[in-house]
């Protein structure tokens, strides 16, 4: 009877550690969790979130058919043309950035990043059309400049970039 005792006593020491481990555990546990939360706290505290900023820059490129500086009937838009968009942030740098027209001979840049270096002046300049009939720059359209002061989600636009034929069509005259 007496070693049957014994093994009752053995094995309520076995149980008797095994929650103490899992006391421990769960001790340390909590202590992870404080930790990381405290950490958390601290790290929002002193380094505020980097606020996202969105910005986006668009025009269109036409062919004025007959060269009359007017948009008419005759007139088109040039799909496949490129524009080129050079920015420089607040923080300084220098973003370039390369665009074709679509379907609707619209080009649009946009670019998503930290508050602190969103664009702070830009120029957008026609780089070529690839219409074998409508190819020569108009006048005045040589490159835009422009600061962009415009709040995260709204975009700037541009005015239209203007081709010409070398020789107009003979309805023209």
């Not at 969105?54 to 490129?82: F, K, M, N, Q, Y």
């Not at 973003?95 to 679509?102: C, E, G, P, V």
């Not at 490159?143 to 995260?152: A, C, H, L």
Request: aromatic share 12%.
């Amino acid at each position: 009877m007496q070693i049957h005792h014994h093994f009752r006593y053995k094995y309520v020491q076995k149980i008797s550690v095994e929650s103490m481990n899992i006391q421990q555990m769960e001790a340390q546990w909590e202590r992870k969790v404080v930790m990381g939360l405290t950490l958390f706290v601290l790290i929002t505290m002193f380094f505020p979130f980097v606020r996202a900023w969105t910005g986006e820059i668009h025009g269109r490129v036409v062919c004025d058919v007959c060269g009359d500086s007017s948009i008419g009937p005759e007139d088109h838009v040039l799909e496949g043309a490129e524009v080129a968009v050079l920015c420089i942030t607040k923080s300084g740098e220098v973003l370039n950035y390369q665009a074709f027209t679509d379907e609707k001979g619209i080009y649009k840049v946009a670019e998503t990043m930290p508050e602190s270096d969103r664009w702070d002046a830009c120029l957008a300049r026609p780089i070529s059309s690839f219409h074998d009939h409508c190819t020569h720059l108009g006048d005045g359209t040589a490159g835009i400049k422009f600061s962009y002061n415009r709040p995260s989600g709204y975009s700037h636009s541009i005015r239209p970039f203007v081709y010409r034929p070398l020789n107009p069509p003979l309805y023209c005259v």
